[in-house]
């Protein structure tokens, strides 16, 4: 190695100034400048990936609700609620997992049906409708709930709130992140009896914003990284 040296100064025009290796002066500052080539580059990359990815919330909305076998008596409820969610993924880049999706209808801040959605693969730009049977079955209401809703029965609708909790996993190209996600709809207002009185809603979506852009193979993650109170433990 050090032979080989020797013969490429041997060959440089002038070899009364040594250059480069010999001064350990203008070693480091060519091993600083490299580093800082790098950094830049490797910002710079990081940075159009951004740019060119863009990501946007996944969109969710109730466009269908209708209700079937409704009765209440003695203060329990036996209830069929039907919704059609509409979720929508905006990404141009950025294909979801829905891994799992816990669904929850609540009414007066009381859960009184729960169902879950089969884990489901959302391409770019893609809209997907999910028809979603919540059964209420004996439910008992507590309080004010039972004098509420048998005065919404007779006003013709109902006023109800839909939960989603799931966990999904982003991909985009080669990066590959997971998740927590939370939707929001209310209220969701159904009548009892007309189904094409349903008045579409729009979902809140928590946290999505962060969504594409942080994933945990991705050094980026780490300098703005919000999104790890979401992350799985
Ligand atoms: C409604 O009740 C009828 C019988 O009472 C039953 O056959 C039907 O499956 C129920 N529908 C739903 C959606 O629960
Ligand atoms: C609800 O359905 C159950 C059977 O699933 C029945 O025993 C109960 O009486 C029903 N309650 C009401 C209020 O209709
Ligand atoms: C959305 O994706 C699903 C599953 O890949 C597919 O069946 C459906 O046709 C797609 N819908 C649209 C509007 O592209
Ligand atoms: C339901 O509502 C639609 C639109 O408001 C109306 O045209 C239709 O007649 C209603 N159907 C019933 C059974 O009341
Ligand atoms: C529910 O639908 C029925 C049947 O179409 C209609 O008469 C009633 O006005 C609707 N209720 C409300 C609160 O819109």
């Known amino acids: 190695m050090a032979g080989r040296r020797t013969s490429q100064n041997a060959c440089l025009p002038n070899p009364s100034r040594p250059y480069g290796s010999n001064n350990p002066n203008s070693r480091v500052r060519l091993i600083a400048f490299i580093l800082l080539a790098l950094i830049v580059i490797v910002g710079l990359a990081i940075l159009i990936t951004w740019l060119a990815i863009k990501p946007k919330k996944i969109q969710f909305s109730v466009d269908e609700g209708w209700i079937q076998n409704y009765s209440l008596a003695n203060g329990k409820l036996n209830s069929t609620f039907n919704f059609v969610i509409r979720a929508y993924n905006p990404n141009s880049k950025g294909s979801i997992y829905y891994d799992t999706m816990d669904v929850k209808v609540y009414y007066r801040g009381q859960t009184v049906a729960t169902e879950t959605i089969e884990p489901f693969f959302q391409p770019h730009k893609n809209v997907t409708r999910i028809m979603l049977q919540n059964k209420a079955q004996n439910v008992a209401l507590q309080g004010r709930a039972v004098h509420d809703l048998k005065v919404e029965r007779t006003g013709g609708e109902v006023d109800l709130d839909v939960k989603i909790k799931g966990k999904i996993r982003v ?19 159904v009548n009892f009896s007309n189904h094409t009185k349903f008045r579409r809603i729009d979902c809140e979506v928590d946290n999505l914003q962060n969504l594409l852009a942080f994933s945990s193979t991705s050094p980026f993650l780490k300098l703005h990284d919000g999104a790890s109170s979401f992350l799985p433990p």
């Open 171 to 189: 991909k985009v190209g080669v990066w590959k992140s997971r998740h927590k996600m939370k939707v929001l709809c209310s209220p969701v207002v």
